[in-house]
């Protein structure tokens, strides 16, 4: 497959789609949907995935692409907010696990994927580290549950600081 054309201009941020579609509430492509706004990320849970909890906690300043890019007073801010996100994803979803993942390598913007993991009958993996794209459907059917509840319990408790 390899790096793609644009990869200098998508580093640089001179073409970066996370930098330019800035702050949002809900994008269809991909299919996200804010449930936290903190002072330096957003929190988006991905629709239509295969099991329940998948989030990206994005980095909202300047351009960035590795956390070792952030000042330790930014860092600190980031992780304390991909702590809330977190924090309100386990407790509505009860997971029996969390992975947390900062690739980058489709999309060169700082963002970490928060995935909850799950007993063997509910997990698409259980007990392997998975890739997020793995939780998409490949038919493009998304599954039979509310998310919108799922997205309006995630933004209660993550006002109240993840718990």
């Known amino acids: 497959m390899g790096w793609p054309s644009n990869w200098q201009d998508r580093i640089s941020g001179a073409d970066c789609p996370a930098c330019a579609a800035g702050r949002f509430e809900e994008s269809a492509d991909p299919p996200l949907a804010r449930f936290f706004a903190g002072e330096v990320s957003d929190a988006y849970l991905v629709l239509g995935t295969l099991q329940p909890g998948w989030a990206v906690v994005l980095w909202q300043g300047r351009h960035v692409v590795e ?6 007073q930014e860092a600190a801010a980031f992780n304390a907010e991909t702590l809330i996100a977190a924090r309100a994803m ?16 489709e999309a ?4 970490t994927s928060v995935t909850m993991r799950y007993s063997d009958t509910e997990d698409i993996a259980p007990g392997e580290d998975i890739l997020p794209g793995r939780f998409v459907p490949a038919d493009g059917r998304p599954p039979a549950r509310d998310e919108r509840a799922d997205i309006d319990a995630l933004r209660r408790l993550a006002r109240a600081g993840g718990r």
């Open 108 to 111: 060169p913007h700082l963002h």
């Open 67 to 72: 956390p070792t890019d952030l000042t330790p």
């Open 90 to 105: 386990q407790a509505h979803y009860r997971p029996l696990k969390l992975n947390f993942q900062t690739l980058g390598n």
